[in-house]
């Protein structure tokens, strides 16, 4: 039995486990590569979802050895097996109500909400919109 048997590390990605440019860093991988040798598990934490998190991080279906909490806690998604393990999204009715509340009440502030058939963006965010280009994400404008 390893010393770390009986741990867990979830991480977040931007400006934790990622640097700040984005990438990578050597010594976390190694770092990793220990701790699960030695029994941990290691995965995300993130409001990120699956979509492109193989192409942000090379080999992640590899670097983690559990489930990966997504979308700030909506859904447990395993890549090792390519699939989700456990969900619950808002009702696609109660998330068009709630991001047109905010569009409206909130007209100065950029949003996307995750939903499970794509996100929503609000009208004009180019920003959001050019993110997500690319992933077979679909996008519906609020």
Known sequence: MGKFEQIAILTDLDG???????GMVARNIEAIEYFKAEGGRFSLATGRMHYNLDQLIPG?????????ILCNG??????????????????????LRAARYVREN?????????????????????????E????????YEV
């Open 74 to 95: 909506t859904y447990l998604y395993d890549f090792a097996a390519d699939r989700v393990v456990a969900e619950n999204f808002m009702q696609p009715d109660v998330s």
């Open 132 to 139: 997500l280009i690319g992933y077979g994400i679909d996008t």
């Open 16 to 22: 934790t486990f990622l640097s700040s440019g984005s």
């Open 60 to 68: 992640l279906a590899r670097l983690i050895n559990a489930p990966a």
């Open 106 to 130: 909130f007209p100065n502030i950029h949003a996307r909400v995750s939903r499970r058939e794509g996100y929503l963006l609000f009208e004009g965010d180019t920003f959001s919109l050019n």
